[in-house]
């Protein structure tokens, strides 16, 4: 058996709203196995970055267990949760979320030197040489092109080979071209890394692309053909 990377089991979340409750995730049960690819699919509001930072631990659900890389998030607290996020989650948004004030390499180390790995700096070098960028060592993020600033992010991301890599619509802000390139390094290194990847997506020529792909509806996670 494939060891089990994240695992959700009755993941409910809901959320205080003027007009009551709202209920955003209604019961996921999931598992997402070693080095599995999986596209999630499913219309805007329907849950999906919300299932994300639940699988992050950036999100409490209000009910249901949740294991990262066979560590119950429930028991942990704020500290074993962040290393445990340090360790083996690597997460990309579709805005970047890159530090304003560090240049690209120094975004790249925060992650190694958190870790207290050594030789950070040549690390993250080698890492962003990976993604392209050996000629923006030292550009902050400001004088970078969208696409290169999401080839930080995802350098920064996958720099410590985490078991578990969580994508929120990384392509969402470039063209195209920029796009496909974001998502060819991403699959790329997702498998070099020996790691699971969750892309979100609403494209769904990208989910294809995928092993396997889920769909999202109304707070409930379905396996599609
Ligand atoms: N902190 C919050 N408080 C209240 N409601 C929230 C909160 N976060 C999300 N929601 C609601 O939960 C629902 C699901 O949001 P979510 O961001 O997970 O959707 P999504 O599938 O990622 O959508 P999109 O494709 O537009 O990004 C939405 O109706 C949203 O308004
Ligand atoms: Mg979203």
């Given at each position: ?40 699919v499913g219309s805007s509001g329907a849950g999906k970055t919300t ?118 619509e990384?392509?969402g ?27 979100i997506?609403h ?13 999202m509806r109304d ?7």
């Amino acid at each position: 058996m494939p060891e089990t990377t994240l695992e959700m089991q009755g993941v409910r979340v809901d959320f205080a709203a003027p007009q009551g409750r709202i209920e955003v995730l209604k019961g996921i049960d999931f598992q997402a196995y070693s080095k599995e690819r999986i596209g999630i699919v499913g219309s805007s509001g329907a849950g999906k970055t919300t299932f994300m930072m639940v699988a992050a631990g950036l999100e409490q659900p209000s009910s249901g267990s949740v294991q990262v890389a066979g560590q119950s998030l429930s028991r942990l607290d704020e500290r074993a949760m962040t290393r445990l996020r340090s360790d083996h989650i690597g997460i990309v948004f579709q805005s970047f979320h890159l530090i304003a004030s560090m240049t690209a390499l120094e975004n790249v180390m925060i992650p190694l030197e958190f870790a207290g790995i050594s030789n950070a700096d040549i690390k993250a070098r080698d890492m962003l040489a990976e993604v392209g960028l050996q000629h923006r060592f030292d550009h902050y993020p400001s004088q970078l092109s969208g696409g290169e600033q999401q080839r930080v992010a995802l350098a920064r991301a996958v720099v410590r080979a985490p078991k578990l890599l969580l994508a929120d619509e990384p392509t969402g802000n470039l063209d195209e071209e920029n796009g496909a390139m974001i998502i060819d390094t991403l699959f790329a290194l997702s498998e070099e890394k020996g790691t699971t990847l969750l892309l979100i997506t609403h494209d769904h020529a990208i989910a294809e692309r995928c092993g396997r792909r889920v769909l999202m509806r109304d707070g409930v996670l379905q396996d599609m053909a």
